[in-house]
């Protein structure tokens, strides 16, 4: 059974810093890897989506990794502002169309 | 364009009482998904309708959860006899049926049951 782990669970940064945060998944036979942002009472804005022959993604400040082999993928944020303050949340799909599998996320607060 | 919409998105019921909450997928996106998402846990998945095929109801908690989906497109989440445990935040996404392309969330009903 795939589990999605995200850590740390929570971050605090101040404005300007690069920050990364984590994700790994047991089982490595994926087919892409999703990261959204939820705001609070929101719902899910996809970021960015990798697929599984693929090595990372980029979208502005944001740069996403994928490492299937160790089953681990990481997002990158360059200059953090306080308008990145949310959830972040990875998840994989094992399968076609197969629902995603996602981890607990990483709440993120960037300091003015 | 339209993205995909939820309704409503706010409920409030009494324990016992039957909900219904409505998904409206993005036009076209023939995969559409149903997942909970509670007070400090992940999202899990519920329900998962693709085409014409029978629906995945692998990820329903308890026969008191059930969902269609009419016409392959607008798709209704029930739950009968709710109980408090079934406060959560449903959050309904699609697809369309390309293996690789990502899946588009709505903002999800908020489901409150007193």
């Known amino acids: 059974k795939q589990e999605v782990t995200q850590i740390p669970a929570a971050l605090s940064v101040p404005e300007g810093e690069n920050l990364v945060l984590n994700c790994s998944f047991t089982?490595?036979?994926?087919?892409?890897l999703q990261w959204f942002r939820q705001d609070p009472g929101k719902g899910l804005t996809s970021l960015l989506l990798?697929?599984?022959?693929?090595r990372e993604q980029t979208s502005g400040r944001l740069n996403a990794s994928l490492d299937k082999s160790s089953g681990r993928s990481t997002l990158y944020i360059a200059a953090s502002q306080p308008g990145d303050s949310a959830t972040y949340l990875c998840?994989?799909?094992?399968?076609?169309?197969?629902?995603?599998?996602f981890g607990k996320g990483t709440r993120l607060s960037v300091i003015a | 364009g339209a993205g995909v919409s939820q309704s409503p998105s706010n409920k409030v019921t009494e324990k016992g009482k039957d909900v219904e909450l409505r998904c409206d997928p993005i036009?076209?996106?023939?995969?559409l998904y149903w997942y909970r998402q509670s007070l400090g846990q992940g999202l899990e998945f519920l329900i998962y309708?693709?085409?014409?095929?029978?629906?995945?109801k692998s990820g329903l908690p308890s026969d008191r959860f059930s969902a269609e989906r009419t016409g392959g497109s607008v798709s209704t989440l029930t739950i009968q006899r709710t109980q408090q445990e079934d406060s959560a935040v449903y959050l309904c996404?699609?697809?369309?049926?390309?293996?690789?392309?990502?899946?588009?969330f709505g903002p999800g009903t908020r489901l409150t049951v007193l």
């Open positions: 996404a699609s697809k369309t049926g390309l293996l690789y392309n990502e899946q588009f």
């Open positions: 089982d490595s036979a994926i087919y892409n």
């Open positions: 990798i697929q599984s022959s693929q």
């Open positions: 998840a994989v799909c094992n399968s076609g169309n197969t629902p995603l599998v």
């Open positions: 036009s076209g996106h023939t995969a």
């Open positions: 309708f693709q085409g014409n095929s029978a629906p995945d």
